[in-house]
């Protein structure tokens, strides 16, 4: 079997809700805040643009350097986004959205949408919540 076939069989495969599917290591990498709002700060709002590290830190309030560095760091392995290294002085370091983290924002985005939509709800919800439980 050809390494071409053996993918493509594997792909046939994928169930994240197998253990050990590989699929689940992309859910977790995913679901992370900090990747959703790099999506989004590179997406532009529907107008994808490269940005620089300091853009990125500062238009994600509360984002460690560390964390900042590592959520770039394996949206790059992923193929997600490209870092583009300009020879200048500073050096200039950009990140943007391939067409595979453009897919993904698009999901991505709306999952942002919904959660900024909804968030009145769920606070009422979780208020309803603590109250019966007497936690409030």
């Known amino acids: 079997m050809t390494a071409a076939q053996r993918r493509a069989q594997a792909k046939e495969e994928y169930d994240a809700f197998l253990a050990e599917c590989p699929s689940r ?7 992370d805040k900090w990747v959703t709002l790099v999506l989004a700060a590179l997406s532009g709002e529907g107008d994808p643009r490269p940005l620089r590290y300091s853009e990125l830190s500062r238009t994600l309030a ?3 350097q560390k ?8 949206l790059e392995r992923d193929g997600l986004l490209t870092r583009t290294v300009t020879p200048s002085v500073p ?5 943007e959205l391939t067409e595979l983290g453009l897919s993904l924002h698009r999901l991505m985005g709306l ?20 109250a019966a439980a007497g936690r409030g």
């Open 111 to 130: 999952l942002k949408a919904w959660a900024e939509e909804h968030m009145d709800e769920v606070l009422a919800h979780r208020e309803a919540y603590d």
């Open 67 to 74: 964390m900042l560095t590592q959520t770039l760091r394996s």
């Open 25 to 31: 290591q992309l859910l977790d990498r995913i679901s």
């Open 91 to 95: 050096v200039t370091v950009t990140y």
């Open 62 to 64: 509360g984002v460690s």
